[in-house]
């Protein structure tokens, strides 16, 4: 009898750890976190195998170089945009949309008259186009 309890408690000692984990997971995604009843998350998803898009090269670009403009100052911003066009040439097509962005955002956080003392002719003075459009 006790050779029996013993092995019964062992069984339970580790199945019952992976019931309730399995259990609560289970539990914690069917919980409407969102609020909206059409978007309830169940384990088993349709699209698992559905990758994210990848952003395209100069979306990161921007989205970094307005982040540095944001930390540091357009300048910076302006000379890394340079060096990136140069070590990629593939990025020239979008240098003219970037700077104006950069410029475009260097208004918003420094006013006009600051950001247009960091113009200079990045890209055809797209910067000085996108403080020009702020204003």
């Known amino acids: ?25 289970l539990a914690v995604t069917r919980v409407n976190w969102a609020g909206n009843e059409s978007q309830i998350l169940t384990a088993s998803s349709e699209n698992v195998s559905v990758r ?14 307005l982040t540095e403009l944001q930390e540091k100052d357009p300048g ?15 990025l020239a097509q979008h240098c003219m ?5 950069l410029g475009r ?6 006013g006009p008259v600051k950001a247009q003392s960091y113009s ?4 055809d003075t797209s910067f000085a186009s996108g403080v020009a459009q702020e204003r």
Do not use: F, N, W
């Not at 580790?14 to 309730?20: A, S």
């Not at 911003?77 to 340079?82: F, G, R």
């Not at 200079?120 to 890209?123: D, H, S």
């Open 1 to 25: 009898m006790t050779h029996t309890a013993r092995r019964i408690g062992r069984t339970l000692a580790l199945v019952l750890p992976v019931v309730l984990v399995l259990s609560g997971t």
């Open 120 to 123: 200079r002719p990045v890209c």
């Open 105 to 110: 955002a260097a208004v918003e956080h420094y």
């Open 97 to 101: 949309s970037i700077a104006r962005a």
């Open 76 to 90: 910076t911003a302006l000379t890394h945009l340079q060096r990136e066009v140069e070590h990629r040439p593939s």
């Open 52 to 65: 994210a898009k990848s952003r395209a090269p100069q979306d990161v670009l921007r989205d970094a170089l």
